[in-house]
């Protein structure tokens, strides 16, 4: 069983031929809604929406954010097979004197829209699933949970805000493992009753804590990152490389090493000045973070990256 469960249902979320065929699409909805919603949700919920019985109201906008996902990653999925015909002659292009294939950069279009707009609907689905954890109780201690909610930075509108992805999902996934490298280095002078009630943001100081942190986090993943050699670093922010074709008309040249340099360190001086202000607001507030100004913290962090800054404050 599957969220979409025919045609009518995708084409409520993207625009295909009324003759388009459920079989040829089918294939497609299983391995992305395996792919991008059941590995997010978790098995008991997935498998619940999937079944005959109507969606809880309450559950109802984010059960149709991820309706509009499967619709369109599933699209994505279809595309690199949709036009080719697999036969005993060989591999042919689906087409006959009525019709012929897109055009390279038509298909390219197509394949980012509908892969910004899945992931664009699973970004706002997970943000309401967070806002309202009560009304998804079997959604909280699966994986997909434990992963979302690990990372104190830990979705794409908070990663943008301090540094242009592109609203990119694809980027902030691939980001992941240096957000949780630069978590663990950073952040070990805060001892963890402190971390608690910070992450509970019970009290603005928390709040305004835990953005700062945020921030940090941000700062020394980018640097982490733009040393990696993995992402590909233009004026206008940093994306995947597997990107770079769809950023080909935008006339914005790669960062030269030195350009690179710079802002990795710029990064890493940023990030320190984060970190300041997080300590600066923990002593402030000892009534708050009573653990923290009772001595349970360090004054230093150790060397974050290899460059000329070490994070010391």
């Not at 055009?103 to 609907?121: H, I, P």
């Not at 708050?288 to 009772?294: C, E």
């Amino acid at each position: 069983m599957t969220l979409i469960k025919n045609t009518t249902e995708v084409k409520s979320h993207v625009n295909i031929n009324l003759n388009f065929d459920w079989e040829s699409i089918d294939p497609f909805v299983k391995q992305a809604e395996r792919q991008y919603i059941k590995s997010v949700i978790g098995k008991k919920l997935y498998d619940a929406w999937s079944s005959v019985d109507p969606i809880p109201e309450y559950q109802k906008e984010v059960y149709d954010l991820f309706v509009e996902a499967s619709a369109n990653l599933s699209m994505l999925k279809y595309i690199p097979q949709g036009n080719v015909v697999v036969s005993d002659n060989g591999i042919q292009n689906n087409s006959n004197e009525y019709t012929k294939p897109a055009e390279w950069w038509q298909v390219r279009d197509l394949q980012r829209a509908y892969e910004s707009n899945g992931l664009t609907a699973i970004d706002e689905a997970l943000k309401l699933m967070e806002d309202n954890e009560d009304s998804f109780s079997d959604w909280i201690g699966t994986d997909g949970y434990t992963v979302f909610k690990e990372i104190y930075t830990n979705k794409t509108q908070d990663f943008q805000r301090y540094f242009n992805i592109n609203n990119s999902r694809r980027t902030f996934l691939s980001l992941r493992p240096y957000l949780l490298e630069s978590q663990e280095q950073i952040f070990n002078w805060i001892d963890n009753s402190t971390i608690e009630t910070i992450k509970n943001k019970e009290t603005p100081e928390a709040i305004q804590a835990f953005k700062y942190m945020q921030a940090a986090q941000v700062n020394f993943t980018v640097s982490k990152a733009a040393s990696s050699g993995v992402f590909l670093l233009k004026s206008n922010g940093m994306f995947t490389r597997s990107e770079e074709s769809s950023l080909s008309n935008t006339k914005i040249d790669k960062l030269s090493e030195e350009e690179l340099i710079r802002l990795k360190n710029e990064r890493i001086t940023s990030g320190e000045e984060y970190l300041k202000k997080v300590k600066s607001l923990l002593l402030a507030n000892p009534d708050i973070f009573p653990d923290f100004t009772n001595g349970a913290r360090s004054s230093s962090v150790s060397t974050f990256i290899n460059t000329k800054s070490i994070v010391s404050f």
